[in-house]
């Protein structure tokens, strides 16, 4: 009975606490294009002879009336934001960076939520 009880205490804790949260990033990934709101080809690295631009794709679940942001950092700076407001069940997001050969190395995208919480994280290298 005591298990019970105990269970029934978390549930309603998490519940009526408010602290509960639904939404999430179902996908985040960098890509060399976006065609038809999907992203073309999912990329960890690029060479910077061969490309000048990159793509950040999320689709958010469940976050409606949210507002997300992408920051983008190189070298522990933020580079670029852009926020979105998410007007669906289900959203999807882009943003794009054009690279300059002297930015080489490790870029990072952070997904922040309205309070400035990492959603998702995610890391690409440029060479």
Do not use: C
Request: aromatic share 12%.
């Amino acid at each position: 009975m005591r298990p019970i009880i105990k269970s029934l205490i978390l549930i309603a804790a998490t519940v009526f606490s408010g602290s509960s949260f639904a939404g999430e990033v179902s996908r985040a990934m960098f890509t060399i294009g976006i065609d038809n709101r999907e992203p073309v080809i999912m990329v960890d690295s690029i060479d910077s002879s061969s490309y000048t631009s990159i793509s950040f794709f999320t689709e958010l679940t469940e976050l409606t009336s949210h507002n997300v942001t992408h920051q983008w950092t190189f070298n522990d700076q933020v580079m670029f934001e852009k926020t979105f407001e998410v007007k669906g069940p289900r959203w999807r997001v882009w943003t794009s960076k054009t690279l300059i050969p002297s930015w080489t190395g490790s870029w990072t995208v952070n997904v922040l939520d309205d309070d400035r919480s990492v959603l998702a994280s995610k890391s690409f290298d440029y060479q």
